[in-house]
């Protein structure tokens, strides 16, 4: 009666919910695992020369956020931009906060990472499961949280080439690709001022859409979804001088003679 009550009432507040059983089952698995790794952590630092230096130590590791964040973000901003479709990141005006907000998700990741790691050696500790081999740990350990981490920024960047490969898909098909943490591409038509302006890896495409992010200087860059230039999709990146260029909203798969 005192376990089968709650289970019951447990079991239809969860079929009520929108997410339904299953992910509610995995959200409170998620929260007990990160409540084990927190108090796990606990263990791992209190008494310790992290905590007998905390008051120094926590500061000091929090002064480096406000300029790892942004150059962070401006590195994955980057790869979207320079490593997949070929457009500087310096040619496109993106919003300071962007790069910020950017770097929010693969940090967070890490830190439950660290977070998940120190919790295993807290526990260990708490136990005296290093009794004997507390140098390793203490070499180790370290070693297993830069690993981790690079990992996981790795991996946030792989996340970063495939969304812009996305958009790249999507510009070929036609469409509007979605945005990005401050990057939002637009498929214009353009129109040149006059019959011959520089271009850089030209020919500059006036019958059909291209695709831009906007521009922050003195050039336009834009993207040729054609495929007439090939699987490189850095190699359809075009520049032009931004004043010697109408650009109107495309409609449609063709663009009208100018």
């Known amino acids: 009666m005192l376990t089968g009550s709650p289970t019951v009432v447990g ?16 959200m409170l698995a998620v929260t007990a695992v990160l409540a084990v790794a927190a108090i796990g952590t606990w263990f791992a630092v ?48 993106i919003p300071f906060y962007w790069h910020f907000f950017i770097t929010v998700k693969p940090l967070a990741i890490a830190g439950l990472v ?7 050696a807290g526990w260990a500790r708490y136990h005296h499961w290093w009794a004997n081999t507390r140098w390793l740990v203490v070499v180790v350990l370290p070693m297993i949280l830069a690993l981790y981490f690079l990992l996981v920024m790795v991996t946030a960047v792989g996340r970063v080439d495939e969304a812009a490969e996305m958009a790249a898909a999507d510009a070929r098909a036609g469409k509007r690709p979605g945005h990005y943490y401050g990057l939002q591409g637009e498929l214009m038509c353009v129109h040149p001022h006059r019959r011959k302006i520089p271009v850089f890896n030209g020919p500059l495409p006036v019958d059909r859409p291209v695709l831009t992010y906007g521009n922050s200087g003195d050039d336009l860059w834009l993207w040729d979804p054609a495929s007439s230039r090939g699987k490189d999709l850095q190699r359809h990146a075009l520049r032009v001088p931004a004043g010697d260029v109408t650009l109107t909203p495309a409609r449609g798969g063709s663009c009208p003679s100018s």
């Open 46 to 93: 209190r008494r310790s020369w992290i905590s007998r230096n905390a008051h120094w130590l926590v500061p000091a590791l929090m002064v480096p956020f406000p300029l790892v964040l942004p150059w962070t973000g401006r590195f994955l901003h980057a790869a979207y931009l320079s490593e997949v479709l070929g457009i500087p990141v310096d040619a496109v005006h």
């Open 11 to 26: 079991y239809f507040w969860a079929q009520n919910q929108p997410d339904g059983l299953s992910q509610q089952i995995t």
């Open 114 to 120: 660290v977070l998940c790691v120190l919790g295993l």
